[in-house]
């Protein structure tokens, strides 16, 4: 049977060719409703989205999207993207997902330059997005995702609830019972991990997790400042901090500093992380190393061989942290 022409989806679907074009190549400027039309009226005639096929100019270049590539972390992840695209003869071409520049967001600037595939890095794609994505073609890995991949959408993370454990484990081990936890965005899986991880190494040590020693925080500095406040101000205060990520540990000791506390005298902290901020600190932090670089890489691996078709649907990649022991962990007074 003859498969029918974007005329005949166009007038079908009550809308223009163009507009059936801009569907079929991801664009974003199209309602999500008008969108979802012209996708019943081209699946009905046959039509199917593109596979992740690689558009010729394309082979040599791999896209690495990010939320900022202000920071160590940032620099990490870049480093491991590029160690593993010179491997293959590829390059890197770096997307900040931040902010739309001359009216196109990331993923109008991706189908525009005929992406093949991108690495999602701390990037979360909207359900609008990834139907964009895929109608263009554009193939995509997650690279330490804030929430559950969707469905079909390979991705590469740490073992983050084993490395809740391994800080809590090592705190109930030097004596310590009043452990607080500040976590990041309540919302995001990694953050809800390390605290599962907190809880579960509390109960193997027959302590009870207190609701009012556990916060939560945007993972910015301010937030962290603001959620460990309220933790040390507390009449009975803990003695030691799990913090999520080594940048609210920093907050942890700022506030600490301000409230006369010594480290680890008065308060144990153990970050999560491992960044080079991480031993810059007074005293240098005992924190869970995460392998961001490898998991860059590796994330970079799996893009490569989603693009070449040789990875045959979701699959999810978990580096292992270990926890790095130095100066900020003390038994309590």
């Not at 100019?57 to 695209?85: I, K």
């Not at 031993?279 to 693009?307: F, G, K, N, S």
Request: hydrophobic share 45%.
């Amino acid at each position: 049977m003859k498969r029918a022409k974007l005329a005949d989806i166009a007038a079908a679907a009550e809308v223009t060719v163009p507009t059936v074009s801009k569907v079929l190549n991801g664009r974003s400027d199209v309602s999500e409703q008008t969108r979802a039309r012209v996708w019943e009226m081209l699946a009905a005639a046959g039509y199917e989205r593109r596979g992740p096929a690689v558009p010729a100019g394309a082979v040599g270049l791999v896209d690495l999207v990010m939320d900022g590539v202000e920071g160590s972390w940032a620099t990490r992840v870049l480093g491991g993207a590029e160690q593993a695209a010179a491997e293959a003869g590829c390059d890197v071409v770096v997307l900040s997902a931040r902010e739309a520049r001359a009216g196109r967001d990331w993923v109008d600037r991706l189908v525009s330059r005929g992406s093949a595939g991108a690495v999602l890095a701390l990037v979360d794609p909207a359900p609008a997005e990834r139907e964009r994505l895929a109608a263009a073609g554009v193939a995509l890995v997650a690279l330490d995702p804030g929430v559950e991949p969707s469905s079909g959408l390979p991705s590469v993370g740490a073992t983050n609830w084993a490395g809740g454990y391994a800080a809590v484990h090592h705190l109930t081990r030097l004596g310590h019972t009043r452990i607080a936890a500040l976590g990041g965005r309540e919302d995001q899986i990694n953050s809800r991990a390390r605290l599962d991880g907190y809880r579960s190494a509390l109960a193997a040590a027959n302590i009870r997790a207190r609701n009012s020693l556990i916060r939560y925080s945007d993972w910015s500095n301010a937030g962290g400042v603001r959620q460990a406040t309220a933790l040390l101000r507390q009449r009975d205060r803990p003695t030691a901090v799990f913090a999520c990520s080594d940048h609210l540990a920093r907050a942890v000791y700022r506030v600490a500093a301000d409230l006369g506390l010594d480290i680890p005298g008065d308060l144990s902290v153990v970050g999560f992380d491992d960044l080079p901020e991480a031993r810059w600190l007074t005293p240098d932090l005992t924190t869970v190393h995460q392998p961001v670089r490898e998991m860059a890489a590796e994330a970079v691996r799996l893009l490569l061989r989603l693009r070449n078709g040789e990875l045959g649907g979701a699959e999810r990649v978990e580096l292992s942290t270990s926890l790095v022991v130095r100066n900020s962990t003390a038994p309590p007074r």
